[in-house]
């Protein structure tokens, strides 16, 4: 039986991928920096670890805990909408240290047990975001895009040793915990100069159209994790699959 370990399960992707899992029988190693069991369905194959991508020593007990996996799954991650004057080093040392050397540590972390079974799948979660050019989530974006160049160079590395590498990139889901965590973070609404292009984003991110499902992630993790013919980069969701479409 398979065995995927998965980061950032409290809520939104990571949820509904562990849920995904466990329905079609994998073992699931749940990981959050808050365990909370209680929130997906009591199985034998399920275990919840701690872990906080952005702590050394937080990533090595869980990865040793973990033992044996097969799949990795790098779906931790925040947003902080800002224009780029406003967005302080803190800020932007935050985005960085979670969502770009987060991915870096669980991934050098997981990837000797990789090469040494010649076998493996790491699967990093970006966004859609990085195929566009947009105001106000710029150090979004670069953490994002940051994780994009680490995946696709990495996944040349390791193809030799028999590991596979994919890059999910998700469009906008208003449904999880993103816009609201996100939405503490955000700057430049009352700025004289930068206020319109702030209100501007956040309408055109309420516009009417099409959107992306925890679902729509779950379904592309499955695929990248149990199909060895799936692409580098897959979309999921609609929005994402018509930007990744308008930028080739
Ligand atoms: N929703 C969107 O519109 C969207 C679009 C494209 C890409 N994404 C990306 O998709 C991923 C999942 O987002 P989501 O929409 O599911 O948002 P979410 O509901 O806010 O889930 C994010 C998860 O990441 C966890 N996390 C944050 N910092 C962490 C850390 N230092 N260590 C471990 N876990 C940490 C959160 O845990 P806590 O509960 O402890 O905070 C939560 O479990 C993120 O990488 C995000 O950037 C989201």
């Not at 929130?39 to 033992?67: F, K, N």
């Not at 990789?114 to 799948?121: I, K, L, P, S």
């Not at 105001?135 to 994002?144: C, D, E, F, H, N």
Request: with cysteine.
């Amino acid at each position: 039986m398979s065995t995927v370990l998965i980061t950032g399960c409290s809520s939104g992707f990571g949820l509904e991928t562990a849920r995904l899992f466990l329905d079609n029988g994998w073992n699931v190693i749940a990981t959050m920096r808050t365990p909370r069991p209680e929130i997906l369905p009591p199985s034998e194959r399920l275990r919840v670890l701690t872990l906080d991508v952005t702590d050394p020593d937080s990533v090595h007990r869980a990865i040793a805990q973990a033992g044996d996996i097969d799949v990795l799954v790098n779906n931790a991650g925040f947003g902080a909408p800002s224009p780029i004057e406003l967005t302080s080093l803190q800020t932007a040392r935050s985005l960085l240290e979670t969502n770009t050397l987060g991915t870096l540590m669980v991934t050098q972390a997981v990837l000797p047990q990789f090469r040494q079974r010649r076998a493996g799948v790491v699967i990093n979660v970006s966004s859609s975001v990085t195929l566009k050019v947009l105001p106000i989530i710029g150090m979004y974006r670069a953490s994002k895009a940051a994780v994009n160049a680490l995946t696709e160079s990495l996944a040349l590395e390791v193809a030799p040793l028999g590991v596979r590498v994919h890059l999910v990139l998700p469009g906008r889901a208003p449904q999880t915990q993103f816009s609201e965590n996100a939405r503490a973070h955000m700057l430049g609404l009352d700025h004289e100069d930068y206020a319109s292009t702030v209100q501007g984003f956040i309408s055109s991110v309420r516009s009417d159209g099409p959107i992306t499902h925890a679902s729509d992630v779950a379904a592309a993790v499955w695929l990248a994790a149990t199909d060895p013919t799936a692409p580098a980069r897959i979309p999921a969701g609609a929005d994402a699959r018509q930007w990744m479409d308008e930028a080739q």
